[in-house]
């Protein structure tokens, strides 16, 4: 484990592990921080004070006794979608406001094991529905490099609080880009791992087909020290991969000579990039090249029809997902007349817009007479996006394109135009309908504000994708700036 920032975990690490700090120093500055910024952001839900500093305290006897895993009492905060009895799962919505699940997910299971602490839940777009963190019941997170702006959804919660060093990392989850798109608009690392490399147990699901748990962090390095302690396979989890979970911060070695890194040239020409975050982007492959990287042409013939195949697929996992809350077992209750009138009311009360928006597109296109016409073809055109990836995967090691087609647009500008805000995922959907692990690494601050480069890797080779992010950073320090607050 390197030395590291001061902001990072591996940094936090070697500082406790030194004895210059206890984890209650660690833990304490953080709730200062969290105490100082946090009206202004809005990034978290439930700050875990009290049980934190206890938790660093238990941390410090056990590294006193020589008990105690590397990263044992630093911080971590996780999306709201998370289970836990410890924790308030809302997943943002009215629907679950206050609940408490008997039970805790496998992804907080071990991070607890690798004694990490949660100090605090993050804010996210209802049930994962959104790209801007502004759909959540609980009010909007805003962008710590301009309040005025939207952090990126669905786990803005999550990206800004590491953004705003609220804490050192947190989890996410990534149904179309829910992790890479707001870590690239908050200026940090954003990583999706391969499908089925992280037990979804304890996830609430939005889409089963796609969604993935992952870390986001200021570093490449804390990613992957994240990773290595959530990956594995999972009894709990039928779609959770029974392979070894390699040691993945030893991949860091910095060096990428040789490595063939793929630019899909039509998938960078898609309208509306902005043209300030395409030169960005083309500046960061530049940066790859010279460390030694060989930039090839790939082609993604059918990216193009990502958004469509997604925002079909995606919506029909969500109808049947969402059937689950009607106020009968847990969450919202809206007492009424019939046991129909009772549901209604309660869904109708509980969901938020963009929840009933995609549960309505959803049962429309699994509906007899629409299902071969819009759902079945989406899931054709996702095995011909597939099969896209795996030709281009021949010709390269990993591919390059922008994580966002812009930077952070202003709070409200897109509420109002479902299928504009839908577009700010067009970079990053495919690799989930295709199962892939992404990375967005911070690339530049075009008009001062951050932009993301994405790396796309193969299926279960995480180890090469972050040893090309980590290579990256070497180079570079747009993960090092942070913004004023």
Request: hydrophobic content about 40%; aromatic content about 6%.
């Amino acid at each position: 484990m390197s030395a590291g920032s001061p902001r990072t975990l591996a940094g936090l690490a070697a500082r406790v592990g030194a004895g210059e700090l206890s984890c209650r120093d660690v833990v304490s500055r953080y709730l200062e921080r969290i105490e100082a910024v946090e009206p202004r952001i809005g990034a978290l839900v439930e700050v875990r004070a009290r049980a934190a500093l206890d938790a660093a305290d238990a941390a410090d006897r056990a590294r006193a006794a020589g008990d105690a895993p590397p990263l044992a009492g630093l911080p971590v905060v996780v999306k709201c979608n998370l289970t836990s009895p410890e924790l308030e799962t809302s997943c943002g919505s009215r629907i679950l406001e206050g609940f408490r699940a008997p039970y805790e997910a496998t992804a907080l299971r071990r991070l607890r094991e690798a004694g990490l602490i949660v100090i605090a839940t993050a804010n996210m777009d209802e049930f994962a529905m959104g790209s801007s963190c502004e759909n959540s019941a609980r009010g909007p997170t805003r962008n710590p490099w301009d309040p005025e702006r939207v952090p990126g959804g669905s786990s803005g919660g999550s990206a800004a609080a590491v953004a705003a060093d609220e804490a050192p990392a947190a989890l996410g989850s990534d149904t179309g880009g829910s992790i890479r798109q707001p870590a690239a608009l908050c200026g940090v690392v954003g990583l999706k791992p391969t499908y089925g490399r992280v037990s979804r147990y304890g996830l609430v699901a939005f889409a089963s087909s796609l969604d993935q748990i992952g870390p986001l962090a200021h570093s490449v390095e804390d990613a992957a020290l994240l990773l290595r302690e959530i990956a594995g396979p999972d009894p709990r989890d039928a779609t959770c991969v029974d392979q070894p979970v390699p040691d993945y911060a030893a991949a860091l070695d910095g060096d990428v000579a040789g490595l063939r890194v793929g630019v899909p040239r039509e998938v960078l020409e898609t309208d509306g990039t902005d043209p300030a975050t395409l030169e960005a982007v083309h500046q960061a492959i530049g940066v790859l090249e010279r460390a030694g990287a060989r930039v090839v042409d790939v082609s993604l013939p059918h990216a193009a029809h990502g958004i469509a195949a997604y925002y079909l697929i995606c919506p029909a996992e969500a109808s049947s997902n969402l059937s689950r809350y009607d106020g009968v077992k847990y969450g919202l209750r809206e007492p009424s007349g019939s046991l129909e009138e009772m549901y209604r009311a309660t869904r109708s009360k509980g969901f938020g817009t963009e929840v009933k928006r995609r549960i309505l597109l959803g049962s429309y296109v699994l509906s007899a007479g629409y299902y071969d016409a819009y759902y079945r073809k989406a899931q054709q055109v996702r095995t011909l996006i597939r099969r896209d990836y795996e030709a281009a995967f021949e010709r390269c090691d990993v591919l390059a394109t922008p994580t966002a087609p812009g930077p952070a647009w202003p709070l409200g500008e897109r509420v109002g135009d479902p299928l504009r805000m839908y577009l700010s995922d067009v970079f990053t959907v495919t690799v989930n309908l295709a199962g892939l692990p992404g990375l967005s690494v911070p690339c530049g601050m075009p008009g001062g504000l951050p932009v993301g480069l994405q790396l796309v890797g193969r299926p279960l080779d995480e180890e090469t994708l972050l040893r090309a992010g980590d290579a990256y950073q070497r180079e570079t320090d747009w993960h090092l700036r942070a913004p004023e607050l």
